[in-house]
Nanobody
Framework: QVQLVESGGGLVQAGGSLRLSCAAS????????MGWYRQAPGKQRELVAT???????NYADSVKGRFTISRDNAKNTVYLQMNSLKPEDTAVYYC????????????????WGQGTQVTVSS
């Protein structure tokens, strides 16, 4: 019923920038919080940043001041601008959205994207 499609990952040198996008589509009634998580090899998935429908943001300490999350509610899209990238930012980045679908406007559900690889070389 709902799909999250990510784009924008790739290979970049340390100190460089990338911008990730994630578009939600399908039978969407409304979207609550949207966010980005990442998982490096051998590590657990961790929160990177979240943004509420009203625009309030939250960041992991490791990315504060370097990453910026934003969203376009008209396009059901969330973005992650990543600047001053470090090798330790290398991971698969996953988009997450908490969504009310048209089929169920009472209980929201968390949906995940397929992930996009970000590799930062030193």
């Amino acid at each position: 019923q709902v799909q999250l499609v990510e784009s924008g990952g790739g290979l970049v040198q340390a100190g460089g920038s990338l911008r990730l996008s994630c578009a939600a589509s399908g039978r969407i009634f409304s979207i609550n919080a949207m966010g980005w998580y990442r998982q490096a090899p051998g590590k657990q998935r961790e929160l990177v940043a979240t943004i509420t429908s009203g625009g309030s943001t939250n960041y992991a300490d490791s990315v504060k001041g370097r990453f910026t999350i934003s969203r376009d509610n008209a396009k059901n899209t969330v973005y992650l601008q990543m600047n001053s990238l470090k090798p330790e930012d290398t991971a698969v980045y996953y988009c997450n959205s908490n969504i009310f679908t048209i089929a169920d406007v009472i209980k929201s559900v968390d949906y995940w994207g397929q992930g996009t690889q970000v590799t930062v070389s030193s």
